[in-house]
């Protein structure tokens, strides 16, 4: 039937609008939206449209600065930052890309894009853990001149010996340990751990994965750390042993080191009286507040605490799908481990915000008024058509009565061109029932539908 060949027409055009590519600005739109910044400069929504012109156009120098005088006018638009980000990632400037995308997350209206980029944080996290890295390394003959501060402290992974290999996890998940017990005290800098591994990797790439007490040093002076903890875990049976020690940085010189042995069950004690001895060897006093907090067990399950240990090494090999189920598999053991928890959120948000693209953030804004104005500034106009405008797809409204529409609007637009409605001069009701109190009678309705000719 006629009004069935109506429907299948809307559905097809509105699939192929959902799977079409975003419309990229054009010299002509870019064009007409210049000479409106030029007679409007202080035009806030001027200058956003411009700046999404200019990025859909690769023009990106050109769309950094116009966005952000648009975000300095008006600093609370969440598509000004959303672009404004995208641009200074496509300008590999990762600092500015994640205080723009901090600024949507805060401000933007679509949720879909706010858990896009909160995703997107986490990824760019370890891309600039990365870069740091090789930065560091770039400006090795500044950074080994300079001394670090004393109060800077970074842990090393501790190196594994033992029959038990399945063990040797516990080289990261001690020092992970040892990094969040140090940063207990008020009066030392604990380096993150992600930030000093890159920066292993680096260093270790360089050497051919050789590591030796040269390593350690010079790790220390890239990092800007003053001091480094190296050690070690030795397995005897059912025993462990680990040795600690404080080195200097500055003449590498090896402070008094401490130890402790017990059984592996009694890992964490062992841990408590190793992070103790290194206070007391860098002559830190604590306060009874700070020593109540290493007291804490992040976890009573060294199976637990094993597969948090392997997550960690995965981690730190990039494996961020694979660290996740070792983390999730450590809540499992124990759902009160308060750390593995937050390890496999954060795994999976890396995982799941390296697939985020502009294309992919863009795909989320579809039909909602940010993507309105994305839209509308691709085609050259600093704000979206009015939501009365005419035409089947104007509005999120319009769309939803494309693939939706009613006999009237379908009988409507049989054979003609226009949707357009007229409003009526009385209530419909009212005049089927030829009163306008339509709740005190009743009428009947007779709906009479012709077949169509052959």
Do not use: W
Not at 266 to 290: D, H, P, R, S, Y
Not at 297 to 310: E, K
Not at 337 to 358: C, I, M, Y
């Amino acid at each position: 039937m006629r009004l069935s060949r109506i429907l299948i027409v809307l559905s097809v055009t509105s699939a192929v609008a959902a799977c079409a590519p975003s419309v990229q600005g054009t010299s002509d739109g870019i064009s007409r939206l210049e000479r409106q910044r030029a007679s409007q400069p202080n035009n806030a929504q001027v200058q956003r449209a411009l700046g999404i012109a200019y990025f859909k156009a690769a023009r990106y120098d050109d769309a950094r600065t116009t966005l952000e005088l648009a975000h300095k006018s008006d600093p609370r638009d969440g598509t000004t930052a959303l672009y404004l980000g995208l641009t200074a990632e496509q300008q590999n400037d990762l600092p500015a890309a994640r205080e723009a995308y901090s600024s949507y997350v805060k401000y933007g209206r679509t949720a879909r894009v706010r858990k896009q980029l909160e995703d997107r944080l986490a990824a760019l996290s370890r891309k600039e853990v990365a870069m740091f890295a090789k930065g560091a390394i770039a400006q090795e003959k500044t950074l080994s001149g300079t001394p670090g501060n004393p109060r800077t402290i970074a842990v090393l992974p501790l190196k594994f010996t033992g029959p038990d290999t399945s063990l040797a996890p516990l080289e990261r998940g001690m020092a992970e340990l040892i990094t969040t017990d140090l940063s207990r005290s008020s009066q030392l800098t604990v380096v993150e751990r992600a930030r000093l591994q890159a920066l292993l990797d680096e260093v270790q790439l360089q050497q051919g994965g050789a590591v030796d007490q040269s390593t350690t040093v010079r790790t220390g002076k890239l990092i800007q750390a003053g001091r480094m903890v190296s050690g070690s875990i030795l397995q005897t049976g059912g025993n462990i042993r680990v040795d600690a020690a404080v080195i200097n940085v500055a003449d590498a010189g090896v402070s008094a080191g401490t130890s402790d042995d017990r059984s592996l069950d009694q890992i964490f004690t062992i841990e408590k009286n190793i992070v103790l001895g290194l206070f007391q060897q860098m002559g830190i006093t604590l306060t009874t507040a700070e020593r109540n907090q290493i007291e804490l067990r992040p976890t009573r399950s060294l199976a637990a605490f094993l597969a948090y240990s392997r997550g960690l090494k995965l981690e730190d090999q990039g494996k961020y799908d694979e660290a996740r189920m070792q983390f999730r598999d450590a809540v499992r053991i124990d759902p009160n481990f308060g750390s593995a928890q937050q390890k496999s959120t954060e795994a999976a948000a890396v995982q799941q915000g390296a697939q985020v693209t502009s294309t992919t953030v863009e795909a989320s804004l579809k039909g909602t008024s940010e993507g309105s104005v994305v839209n509308a500034a691709a085609q050259g106009a600093s704000a979206p058509a009015s939501s009365s405008s005419s035409g089947v797809g104007s509005t999120a409204s319009s769309t939803a009565e494309g693939l939706n529409p009613s006999v009237t609007s379908a009988a409507a637009g049989a054979g003609t061109t226009s949707t357009s409605v007229q409003a009526p001069a009385k209530d419909p009701a009212a005049a089927g029932t030829g009163t306008d109190n339509v709740s005190s009678k009743t009428a009947k309705v007779v709906i009479v539908i012709k077949a169509p000719k052959p």
